[in-house]
């Protein structure tokens, strides 16, 4: 993104001033100057605020994605044990999981790149394998099917709703601490409002919906918010 007068953005605002106050010792126009001030600030905050904003999204983005790089690079790892009784169906098994999870990574980072969230994208969507189409997930499934099974033989599954734990596990806890935010706020909106039934219906909801949390087991994808629970 390109902004007007992009040189003088790199100047602190005394280095601006400076600058500006020069300007008027030549000679240059008050109101241009003045103009060239209020647009330069203008831009640092646009640009400011905008840098906040893809930090944002790529902080949300990556719940969605650190799941999917875990599972491309398990993928990844298979497709180096070469010790298999069936190695063709293995392979186009593994050959076209691979090509759907990569596909799949290039989609998403499109969407990144547009500055849409996953919740603006998608509310529905909490794990990376909500993004590949129901038919898709049929096709592969049933080329891993084909493998033939032996005894004490690895047994791959795709499209595994996982997550590390780690990640679970801190994504978990700050879903806990922004529930019980909005549940206070929810707690006094109903103090000063007893008689509005659609702040209480919020509280019960937001009840239920930290117990809901409280039950997610260990690797189960975590929504941003409570609004993306199922319950």
């Known amino acids: 993104m390109s902004y007007k007068y992009e040189h003088?953005?790199?100047l602190t605002s005394n280095e601006l001033h400076n600058h500006c106050e020069r300007l008027l010792k030549k000679g240059v126009n008050p109101m241009l100057v003045a103009d060239i001030k209020r647009i330069?600030?203008?831009n640092k905050?646009?640009?400011k605020s905008h840098r906040a904003h893809l930090k944002q999204v790529h902080n949300q983005w990556r719940v969605i994605m650190s799941p999917l790089m875990h599972e491309k690079k398990a993928v990844r790892s298979l497709s180096y044990y070469k010790n298999s009784k069936s190695p063709e169906q293995r392979s186009a098994a593994l050959e076209a999981y691979a090509v759907v999870l990569d596909t799949l990574e290039h989609k998403l980072k499109?969407?990144?790149?547009?500055?849409t969230t996953?919740?603006?994208h998608d509310k529905t969507k909490t794990h990376w394998t909500d993004y590949?189409?129901?038919h898709i997930k049929d096709r592969v499934c049933a080329l891993f099917d084909a493998i033939p099974h032996?005894?004490?033989q690895k047994v791959k599954h795709p499209?595994?709703?996982?997550m590390p734990e780690e990640q679970h596990t801190k994504l978990k806890t700050r879903l806990i601490l922004r529930t019980e935010k909005d549940l206070r706020r929810a707690k006094q909106d109903a103090m000063l409002n007893p008689d509005n039934e659609q702040v209480h219906e919020l509280v019960k909801r937001i009840t239920k919906a930290l117990e809901h949390i409280d039950k997610l087991e260990s690797n189960e994808p975590v929504p941003a918010t409570w609004h993306g629970l199922k319950f």
């Not at 499209?159 to 996982?162: A, D, K, Y």
């Open 8 to 10: 003088l953005m790199r």
């Open 40 to 42: 330069v600030l203008e």
């Open 45 to 47: 905050a646009h640009r």
């Open 110 to 115: 499109a969407i990144e790149s547009s500055g």
């Open 118 to 120: 996953p919740m603006q």
């Open 132 to 134: 590949v189409p129901q």
């Open 150 to 152: 032996y005894p004490r």
């Open 159 to 162: 499209f595994p709703r996982t």
